[in-house]
Structure formats: C-alpha cells, structure tokens
C-alpha cells in the first residue's frame, strides 16, 4: 500500500486584512471565495461595519448551534441571498420563509423519510451502471483512455440519476440542453449584481436578470410540461408513479390544503436544480482529489473491489463515505449560509444588534484552523474511526444545520456513494496535463475551468 503523501488542494489565498469596499463589490462578484482575510480563519466570532449594513461572520460551533437550532426563529434567510435565488427558484422550500417555509417542509418530509431513501438506492445504482457503460464505451472507443470534462459528465449522470429516482417519467428534455440552460443561469443570474450588493431597490432593472430570461423561460416550459402531463394523469385514474412529482400533487397540509400550483412548479425547479448540481459538484471534486492522492485512491478502489458484487446498498463502504464527507469539507456545495438577526440577541457572550446580517460560512469553518489539524490538507482519515468522533457538532455542516438542513441530505449521499462505487471499480480518473483547477461560487462551488480527467478503463 501506498504511504500517504500532504496534499493541500487548490483554494484562493486568504488576504491579510480586510478589503475596502469597492475591492469587496468587485470581488464579491468574480469569486466570493476570495474575500476571506487570515483573521477569518483563526477567529470564532467577527463583527464588521460595512458601508451598508453591519455583519457578524460566526465560526464558533456553539455560536451556530445557537443561530441554527435553539433561537432559529430569530434568524431568518436575509434579503440578498433570496435576491439572489428567488429569480430561478421561487418560492420553493430552499428560498420560502416563516410558516410558509414550515408548511412546506412538513409536507415534503414523509418523501424523504429513511425508509424511501433506502427504496431508491436500487434506481440509483440503475442509473450509475448506465452511466458507468456509456462512460465505458467512450473510452473503449478511444483505445481505453479518452480525455473528458467530469464536470459536464458527471451533470449528466446526476440528471440521469434524478429521471430514475425523483422524476420517474423523464424530465422531458434533452439532458444537454438542460446542462446548458444551467450552465447560463449560473453565469447569469447566479451572480450577484452591484444593484443588489449595494442594497438598492428590486425595481431597478439589473441586466444578469435580462440576460437570464430566456433560461428561466425554458426551464418554465420543461417544468410546466411535466406538472401538466402528470396532473393528466391523476385525474384519469391512472396509477402514478410514486415518485417526487406524484407526492408534490397529492400532498396536503393538517389543514387539508394542497400546494399551489406556484408552489409544485417551484419545488420541482429547485429539487432539479440543487439535487443535480451540488451532487454533480461534490462528484467531480471528488474524483479530482482522489486522482492527486494515490494512497487514498488506492485504498478506496480496494474497498469497492470488495463490495463490487453487493447489493446497491452503501453501508459497507466507510472509507468512500470519508472520502466523499473530507470532500464535501474542503468544498461545501453552498460555501455561506446568511441570516438577519430580527431581534437583538447574545451569541456566545457576543451582542448581535437587530438587522445584523449573520453568515455561517462552511468553507470558512471547515478550514479553521481552531477546529481542524491542517484544515488545507486533503485526509478523510478524519472521517473515520476515533478521529471522526472527535468533529465538534456544527463544525461540518455541507448540508446546512438545524430545521434548514437540506432535506436531500440522505438522497445525495446515497448517490454518490452509488456513482463512486461504479465508476471507481471500471475507470481510473486522471487529471488532464496542464488543467487548472480553481474554485469559484456561482451559488454553488464549481470548479471555474471545468474538469478534464483522463478516463481509463481498469
């Protein structure tokens, strides 16, 4: 075996103080990855006066444990980020607030109980077998070794995957014409405009939000399409199948209440949206780290080689679950989470004024240097065995934390555990020669060149 080699993969270097604000807005914009100082990642609790509201940045596990669970009803998701998302996903569960956030949620939640995640692992493992042969005879084509974005490929395979699992009728699309409808919403109105940076008023034309309308039209269509042919139907009498679309119809509230039609369309937008491109991430990041880590990789292909007759189960595969968790820790899908604070509070002997804009940053926690041993350092060896009992709560949280952790929590892990299990044990992945990797947030953590891997066949 392998002896494990420091590997410290690639992230923006943090400045030594603190931006001015034009600097800020400019950055903010390109790459809010690289607004972090040195201070951010040793301190627990910082307060900031900015030019146009005050901000806290909490790092401190007991502080967010406050935030996100004991006084939650304090802290409510503030008005840029939702500016931010509302324009493609709505009012859905990700983007609503308050009681219309709790209704929603408690509708939702009996799909995404254990036991119908457990059902699903068998599409799952359908999907990524289908993946794993198209990807194969690509590289069969190609004398066994053919140079792919990951990046794309595993959005394609995350699509497949939701066709398969939570969309069971087909999303009626081409996937790469979905591919591309996220890919522009991401550079479009998934950046943030200096109009709403600088606070100014929702009226005022901004141009990320012209030049996305035609995304958000397509996506329209599709979503509409399908909402109208199931609803067809369930009216006939037909037998639907018991997938997400047919729960989000049936659905009713303790009130009797169905979901609106807004809401159904919105809930579908965000579970497609989110469900395929924070897993499709978390799976090229992976793959990426595992190929600048031969002890791990070598380790991780050892295990699955184990397992590669079992069941689509994922429980006897600890060492790929560290992998994916260290993974999901050096790039969180959703790198910061705010909040406004309604009312003045106290948090860990720390006042917060009302209006104070509260932002839980992952990637900031998940590489302070206060809760982690070389915080920079690529090592699921943290996730496993003592060392993983050792991880204060709330000091990893690439789900979110409290009432808002993401209810996909369980799909998602599911579904890369299977996907890794069936690419690993056919393919070895290779960076390509010269490919520069960079993160950058396009409300997801994406890498900013895409990923081409060399892609053998084992």
């Known amino acids: 075996m392998l002896e494990p080699s420091a590997f410290y993969p690639p992230a923006p ?15 903010i914009r390109r790459n809010v990855l690289d607004i972090w100082t040195e201070a951010d990642f040793r301190l627990p609790i910082q307060l900031r006066k900015t030019i146009v509201d005050r901000r806290a940045l909490i790092s401190d596990p007991v502080a967010i444990r406050h935030i996100f669970v004991d006084n939650a009803r304090n802290y409510e998701k503030n008005e840029l980020q939702l500016r931010l998302l509302r324009p493609a996903l709505g009012v859905g569960l990700v983007t609503a607030n308050g009681d219309a956030w709790r209704r929603q949620r408690q509708m939702l939640a009996p799909f995404f109980s254990p036991p119908r995640m457990n059902a699903l692992a068998a599409a799952q493992d359908a999907a990524a077998a289908q993946s794993a042969a198209r990807i194969a005879a690509v590289a069969q084509a ?7 974005d990951i990046a794309d490929e595993m959005g394609r395979l995350t699509l497949e995957i939701l066709e398969h699992t939570l969309f069971s009728a087909g999303l009626d699309y081409v996937p790469s014409m979905f591919q591309k409808t996220v890919a522009q919403y991401l550079e479009t109105l998934g950046r943030l405009d200096y ?4 606070g100014m008023p929702d009226w005022l034309p901004r141009w990320n939000r012209f030049k996305g309308r035609r995304t958000l039209r397509f996506a329209a269509q599709v979503v509409d399409g399908m909402i109208d042919a199931r609803r067809r ?18 659905a009713r509230d303790p009130a009797g209440e169905a979901l609106s039609t807004r809401e159904v369309h919105d809930n579908i937008v965000t579970f497609i949206g989110a469900g395929h491109e924070t897993s499709a991430n978390a799976l090229t990041w992976t793959l990426y780290l595992l190929s600048q880590s031969p002890h791990w990789r070598a380790r991780v292909e050892a295990e699955i080689d184990t397992f590669a007759h079992e069941g689509p189960h994922f429980a006897d595969l600890p060492l790929v679950r560290a992998v994916i968790e ?14 406004i604070a309604r009312e003045a509070d106290a948090v860990s002997g720390v006042t917060i004024p009302a209006g104070t804009i509260v932002t839980v940053a992952p990637y900031v926690l998940h590489r302070h240097e206060t809760l982690w041993r070389e915080p920079n350092r690529f090592d699921p060896a943290r996730f496993l065995g003592e060392q993983r009992a050792q991880i204060a709560r709330h000091a990893w949280l690439p789900f979110g934390a409290g009432g808002r952790t993401c209810i996909g929590m369980g799909f998602a892990m599911s579904e890369m555990i299977v996907v ?35 892609v053998r066949l084992r």
């Open 326 to 339: 260290e993974t999901l820790r050096l790039y969180p899908p959703i790198p910061m989470m705010s909040r």
């Open 233 to 250: 139907m369930l009216d006939s009498g037909e037998s639907a199948p018991p997938d997400l679309l047919t729960h989000l119809l049936s």
């Open 13 to 27: 270097t943090p400045h030594r103080a603190p931006l001015g604000p034009l600097a800020l807005l400019l950055t």
């Open 420 to 454: 890794l299990r069936h690419l690993l044990r056919r393919f070895r992945f290779d960076l390509a020669p010269g490919h520069p990797v960079m993160p950058q947030v396009r409300v997801t953590m994406r890498p900013q060149y895409g990923m081409k891997m060399r």
């Open 195 to 198: 109009l709403d940076l600088i």
């Open 142 to 148: 190609a004398n066994g070794d053919r140079t792919l």
